[in-house]
């Protein structure tokens, strides 16, 4: 059975994606590449690899004999690499979002769609067990017809945006992204459990202050909260802070149908969320059980995967994607409509919360 040769740079998160690759039977990782020469060494030995398939230079990297390209680097890269990859006729899965400009998201989409190889947004929360068993109650009617969903993202990462030791000053690439922009986490399964059919088009969102770190703008806005309108008139709400004091970080999800809805708890983690299933016709709801149960895979798989179980069937849909064709829900299309709300509605906030049209394909 042919092995699928995969290459992956950024291997700080990619490291994850690495191990998911190596392990299992239809892939290996054949190439990384970063900027540091100390992360690479410490990942191809525990990938096995040798120092010919270890690169500082992308370009080096993308001239090796790789199938795919894992895209893991910092958001600001992955316009540029995403791009000459799929030139040189690599298939990309790429980390979100896909990029942090709207003139990114159309340079990446031009070159999915040119390409003879494949591109999928690796929004990896889409994966999670408790939202696979969401769509099943969803594509069941359970609920009924979704006229209303938000998700919440509230994670303080300062010492991701600044040096907050002994370099106290120094800045970091996440400084300068704005919250709402690193929207896919929230949109990403809000959109998959309401299906390809819709999409957002406009937006307006509040937040432009930032007095718990007041300086080092735009990423420690306190908060910002957008509202989206979709195409066929449902209302979405995200809300995302990167600075405001909540330990350990949460990430909820709240879907509401006509039939019933379905929310996620406030506790942490990923396998263990108290999700839960509401109907209009019980008294009481009902759990759902989010333990990572449909992983039957073998136990050095299970210790690869990240995010809970999410990675490893993230990658496992970019691998039926380029050898099979069964097109994932992140392909660049949904990439661009996944990320293009957040940049638009950054730019709603900024200039007074005003309504603004989000580019459509």
């Known amino acids: 059975m042919k092995k699928w040769k995969i290459g992956v740079v950024g291997i700080r998160r990619g490291g994850a994606y690495a191990k998911v ?9 054949t190439a990384i590449c970063d900027l540091s020469e100390q992360n690479l060494a410490g990942a191809a030995e525990e990938l096995g690899l040798a120092d010919s398939a270890c690169f500082t230079s992308f370009e080096d990297f993308l001239n090796t004999e790789i199938d795919a390209v894992v895209v893991a680097t ?20 790429s980390e979100v979002t896909m990029a942090n400009t709207a003139e990114g998201c159309y340079n990446i989409l031009k070159a999915a769609q040119n390409a003879k190889t494949r591109y999928m947004l690796a929004e990896n929360y889409i994966y999670l067990d408790f939202i696979g068993q969401w769509k099943k109650y969803i594509d069941a009617g359970k609920i009924g017809r979704i006229h209303y969903a938000e998700a919440e993202y509230v994670h303080d990462i300062r010492d991701r945006l600044y040096d907050t030791g002994t ?6 690439w996440r400084t300068y992204r704005p919250p709402i922009h690193y929207c896919t986490h929230c949109l990403g399964p809000l959109m998959y459990l309401i ?12 937040g432009n202050q930032n007095t718990i770190v007041p300086d080092l703008w735009p990423s420690t806005i306190d908060m910002q909260v957008a509202l989206f309108e979709t195409k066929e008139g449902r209302i979405l709400k995200i809300l995302r802070s990167q600075v405001t004091p909540r330990s350990p970080h949460i990430v909820t999800y709240n879907v509401l149908g006509t039939e019933g809805c379905l929310e ?50 993230g990658a496992q849909a970019f691998l039926d994607y380029i050898e099979f064709d069964k097109a994932p829900f992140t392909t660049a299309e949904q990439a661009f409509r996944l990320t293009m709300p957040g940049i638009i509605a950054h730019e709603a906030a900024v200039e007074g919360h005003i309504w603004k049209d989000i580019p459509q394909l």
């Open 264 to 313: 996620s708890g406030r506790e942490p983690g990923y396998d263990t969320v108290g999700a839960r299933f509401f109907a209009s016709s019980d008294k009481a709801s009902v759990p759902i059980n989010c333990n990572g149960t449909k992983l039957d895979t073998s136990l050095a798989v299970k210790k690869a995967s990240g995010h809970g179980t999410s990675d490893y069937y």
């Open 195 to 206: 299906g390809k059919d819709d999409c957002i088009v406009r937006t307006t969102a509040w």
């Open 74 to 93: 910092p958001i600001p890269f992955h316009e540029e690499q995403a791009v000459k990859a799929l030139n040189a006729g690599k298939h990309v899965l």
């Open 167 to 172: 370099r106290k000053g120094e800045t970091y």
């Open 21 to 29: 690759f190596h392990n299992n039977e239809r892939s290996e990782i």
